[in-house]
């Protein structure tokens, strides 16, 4: 995958796991809201970790990742965006310079951690993923750092 791509995927296992959580619930509104998440971390083998604070002094910025996976030899950094499917395209679009955020600074403190914990010369790859009933968008946690220096963020 190029930095630069977003992939959307609708048949994800994200997408498909979301989708069972409702109907096992009886939920025909496909809109559970983050409640549902402590679930993947008991039922799904490639999730890590539920709501994980991450800051990064650089650029003054700080949030808590929604679902962190390892799947594929890659760290997997995802934002569970539940709505609407009429209102996907949007929601996805407007998070994308925040996960992508979250991206970069989950693959800052892996370097700092991992380096010196396990004198890794390589480290895996992080990779981000927004999420909800409806599809999966997968794109490159390097993306925040290529839109930061291509000036289409602004304000920090």
Not at 16 to 21: E, L, P, S, T, V
Not at 71 to 80: E, N
Not at 103 to 123: I, K, N, Q, S, W
Not at 130 to 145: E, L, N, P, Y
Request: proline content about 4%; glycine content about 6%; some cysteine.
């Amino acid at each position: 995958m190029k930095s630069h791509t977003i992939v959307a995927n609708l048949e994800d296992d994200l997408v498909q796991r979301i989708r069972a959580y409702h109907r096992a619930r009886g939920d025909k509104s496909y809109t559970l809201n983050h409640g549902v998440l402590p679930d993947f971390l008991q039922d799904d083998s490639n999730s890590i970790a539920i709501e994980v604070p991450v800051f990064t002094e650089r650029y003054r910025l700080s949030g808590h990742i929604d679902l962190v996976r390892f799947v594929d030899g890659h760290v997997q950094v995802c934002d569970y965006k539940p709505g609407p499917l009429d209102s996907t395209k949007k929601r996805f679009l407007e998070s994308i310079p925040q996960v992508a955020a979250y991206g970069e600074m989950m693959t800052h403190h892996l370097a700092g951690t991992l380096r010196v914990a396990l004198d890794a010369p390589f480290l895996p790859t992080v990779k981000c993923a927004i999420f909800d009933t409806h599809s999966c968008w997968h794109f490159g946690a390097d993306m925040f750092v290529n839109l930061y220096e291509s000036e289409r963020i602004s304000g920090l």
